[in-house]
């Protein structure tokens, strides 16, 4: 079936460093939705893309429908970026939205 | 600006009871609405979507039901909860990006 893979499942940063979360779809998507999980386990939209790249502060989300793919790049990582990130990707046809398995970021002094 | 709340933030059940979470949306006209499952520890799912009043396509069945009787409303229901209904529930509105609601915890015991 149509399946997301997300990658790494965790990663552990030290401040001030940066890394990318990586998003495989089996087919092609419309879309793609990176989401972090806040305290309470609801999710707070970071970028929508239906192509190319987004850039927000440290955050930077990029989008290859063709390749199949999508990339959320850190940079500069703080503290207060621990937590849950998630990519959702929809589908050409239809209302569905696929989520990945998420990745559990950790950010150390 | 749009408003979504959710009710109730957490309930704890019994087996066979009845449930009946709701889910509304201010601020926007004829949304598209979706709700949402993730069991502890797993994948977050789509349940439900609806585009209209009255309107409610299923994408994963799991003895639940759902309606829409109001524009701005999406109840989630079941008559007889089973353990496997335990988990988080989010409520979200769409249009492009996938702004979700603050979530209800169930716990059926």
């Known amino acids: 079936g149509d399946q997301v893979e997300q990658s790494p499942s965790a990663l552990s940063l030290h401040e001030g460093t940066g890394s990318a979360l990586r998003c495989n779809f089996t087919t092609t998507m419309r879309a793609v939705q990176w989401f972090r999980k806040n305290s309470r386990g609801s999710l707070i939209n970071l970028f929508y893309l239906a192509s190319g790249t987004k850039e927000n502060g440290r955050l930077k989300s990029a989008f290859d429908s063709k390749e199949r793919y999508s990339t959320l790049h850190i940079r500069d990582a703080q503290l207060e970026d621990s937590g849950t990130y998630f990519c959702a990707a929809e589908f050409n046809m239809g209302y569905k939205l696929t989520f990945g398995t998420g990745t559990s970021l950790l950010v150390d002094p | 600006a749009q408003t979504i709340h959710q009710w109730p933030v957490a309930e704890i059940k019994a087996v066979g009871s009845p449930l009946s979470l709701g889910c509304t949306i201010k601020g926007k006209s004829s949304p598209n609405l979706y709700w949402y499952w993730q069991a502890t520890g797993g994948t977050l799912q789509q349940l439900f979507y609806s585009i209209t009043v009255g309107q409610v396509e299923s994408v994963v069945q799991l003895n639940l039901s759902a309606s829409r009787p109001k524009d701005d409303q999406f109840i989630l229901s079941t008559e007889k909860l089973l353990l496997s209904h335990s988990g988080f529930y989010l409520c979200?509105?769409?249009?492009?990006?996938?702004?979700f609601g603050a979530g209800t915890r169930l716990s059926v015991l």
């Open positions: 979200a509105w769409k249009d492009n990006t996938l702004y």
